[in-house]
């Protein structure tokens, strides 16, 4: 049974979450469920459209549907104000990924006047497109069934719906068969939900939580909550708090965690840190993790689990686990990446496709014996007149010395042009020091909070916010001043 001082703890853990706007108000939801549903509605006037254009049967036409399944933190409803929307478009047979989804129906949306960003990720194991809806920023992918209409609720545990599909399709209804397999075993969903809220809070303030950096993606850090409730189905949230960051501290890593037994695991994971996907026993969580990113998360399992040892003594302050990551006091130097385009048209199709190629990079400079903390924040250089983006990334000390960013930026680059022919833009490597990044880097966490405290205006005028190109709501950080 629950103590009452366990009860008052989860509850200041809460409270804290809320306080500090990592919960998201119910204008939010209502806002996100109404684009669901206008999305919804834009699928069916397109399919049917689709089935006009493929000759169909006049009954056949009026009957066609598709429909939006959603995953990740939306659908657990463990989302931020800030959090993207994860979707999957469901269409029947007679529609095509190269000509109806990525032709007729990016048309479709690329002329409504909700629509701002749109653009294609074709070359992904789940191919999808991009785009910001209503300031939201959606990433949807496809996936074709073998019927001539989907249900607007299709169950895709089904059988009879899954049925000879092809394996794209299989990979983009992953998220969604995860996120329907996680909500029906964990013991309790709300205490998983609020376990899963924390745990994402933490890794976004310390720095891993970004898959395309290869630290934690949502999927990973879901499994892991799932895991833990799983097996401590009677705690409260404060004690499963300080379970989890006991647990995965001292895990035996690269040994799986195993969400459900299947017996004999399949050989074969690179993965520095396997996670079981609870859907699929004989597959795991894709993975970008490299060296770098994999000691740097080992350090806050760690670091968190020295945190919550006690979190029932007097003194104990939530803010200690969340406090963001001091990057500028980590490290001496840092790589400075700056992604740019000629026009703000082009910047944000170019950031992200550089972005979906960091793990090469964070490769090739550890081959060069130089170890990165991928830092995911994005900032603007406004020394340079063209649109960009910047990424510091610290250096580990007494590592990489001698490092040829010439050699590395070269290779990157011809990464980059690998399925990308007519690059939009540029990209730059540059060593620089701590004390050259943009001021609001240098200002560790306590002098933020003093400065703060003696005048807000003043400290506020030192800071011009940068938003992101994919979504214009969405604050990403902060530029060089």
């Given at each position: 049974m629950v103590s009452q001082i366990e009860l008052e703890?989860?509850?200041?853990?809460?409270?804290?979450?809320?306080?500090?706007?990592?919960?998201?108000?119910?204008?939010?939801?209502?806002?996100?469920?109404?684009?669901?549903?206008?999305?919804?509605?834009?699928?069916?006037?397109?399919?049917?459209?689709?089935?006009?254009?493929?000759?169909?049967?006049?009954?056949?036409?009026?009957?066609?549907?598709?429909?939006?399944?959603?995953?990740?933190?939306?659908?657990?409803?463990?989302?931020?104000?800030?959090?993207?929307?994860?979707?999957?478009?469901?269409?029947?047979?007679?529609?095509?990924?190269?000509?109806?989804?990525?032709?007729?129906?990016?048309?479709?949306?690329?002329?409504?006047?909700?629509?701002?960003?749109?653009?294609?990720?074709?070359?992904?194991?789940?191919?999808?497109?991009?785009?910001?809806?209503?300031?939201?920023?959606?990433?949807?992918?496809?996936?074709?069934?073998?019927?001539?209409?989907?249900?607007?609720?299709?169950?895709?545990?089904?059988?009879?719906?899954?049925?000879?599909?092809?394996?794209s399709s299989w990979a983009s209804l992953s998220g969604v068969r995860v996120k329907n397999r996680i909500l029906?075993?964990?013991?309790?969903?709300?205490?998983?939900?609020?376990?899963?809220?924390?745990?994402?809070?933490?890794?976004?303030?310390?720095?891993?939580?970004?898959?395309?950096?290869?630290?934690?993606?949502?999927?990973?850090?879901?499994?892991?909550?799932?895991f833990v409730c799983m097996k401590n189905s009677s705690d409260s949230l404060v004690n499963l708090i300080s379970i989890f960051f006991k647990t995965f501290a001292f895990w035996p890593w690269p040994e799986a965690v195993v969400v459900e037994d299947v017996g004999v695991l399949p050989p074969g994971t690179r993965s520095l840190m396997p996670i079981q996907l609870p859907s699929s026993p004989d597959e795991y969580c894709h993975s970008?993790?490299?060296?770098?990113?994999?000691?740097?998360?080992?350090?806050?399992?760690?670091?968190?689990?020295?945190?919550?040892?006690?979190p029932f003594k007097p003194q104990f302050e939530w803010g200690h686990l969340f406090e963001p990551f001091p990057y500028s006091k980590s490290y001496l130097r840092f790589i400075k990446i700056c992604v740019s385009t000629y026009n703000n048209v082009e910047l944000g199709t170019w950031v992200h496709w550089v972005k979906s190629r960091f793990h090469t990079l964070l490769v090739k400079l550890e081959e060069m014996h130089a170890l990165c903390d991928p830092n995911p924040t994005e900032y603007i250089d406004v020394s340079i007149q063209i649109p960009n983006i910047v990424f510091y990334w610290g250096l580990v000390p007494g590592r990489g010395d001698n490092l040829?960013?010439?050699?590395?930026?070269?290779?990157?680059?011809?990464?980059?042009s690998i399925g990308y022919p007519n690059i939009p833009g540029s990209l730059s490597l540059a060593l620089v020091q701590a004390s050259q990044l943009p001021k609001i880097m240098q200002l560790a966490t306590d002098d933020i909070k003093a400065q703060l405290r003696l005048s807000n205006f003043n400290y506020q005028q030192q800071m011009i916010p940068v938003y992101s190109t994919h979504s214009p709501h969405y604050l990403v950080g902060y530029s060089a001043i």
């Open positions: 703890s989860s509850d200041s853990l809460l409270k804290f979450i809320r306080d500090n706007a990592l919960l998201v108000s119910p204008e939010e939801q209502l806002r996100r469920r109404n684009l669901i549903d206008k999305l919804k509605q834009i699928l069916m006037t397109w399919i049917r459209r689709v089935a006009y254009q493929r000759r169909l049967p006049q009954n056949q036409i009026k009957d066609a549907s598709a429909t939006l399944l959603v995953y990740g933190s939306y659908a657990l409803d463990v989302y931020a104000a800030d959090s993207n929307i994860d979707a999957v478009c469901v269409v029947p047979c007679f529609a095509s990924l190269a000509e109806d989804f990525f032709i007729v129906l990016y048309n479709m949306l690329a002329g409504r006047p909700e629509v701002s960003g749109i653009h294609c990720v074709k070359e992904a194991k789940a191919p999808l497109m991009q785009f910001t809806f209503d300031g939201i920023l959606i990433d949807m992918a496809f996936a074709k069934l073998q019927v001539t209409a989907v249900p607007e609720n299709v169950d895709i545990s089904n059988p009879s719906f899954i049925k000879d599909i092809d394996e029906q075993t964990v013991p309790d969903v709300k205490i998983f939900q609020e376990l899963l809220q924390c745990v994402k809070s933490w890794a976004k303030r310390r720095g891993v939580y970004s898959d395309l950096f290869g630290l934690f993606g949502g999927i990973e850090l879901a499994v892991l909550a799932a970008n993790m490299t060296t770098s990113t994999f000691n740097k998360i080992r350090s806050e399992f760690r670091r968190g689990y020295r945190q919550t040892q006690d040829d960013l010439n050699t590395a930026t070269n290779d990157f680059m011809t990464n980059l």
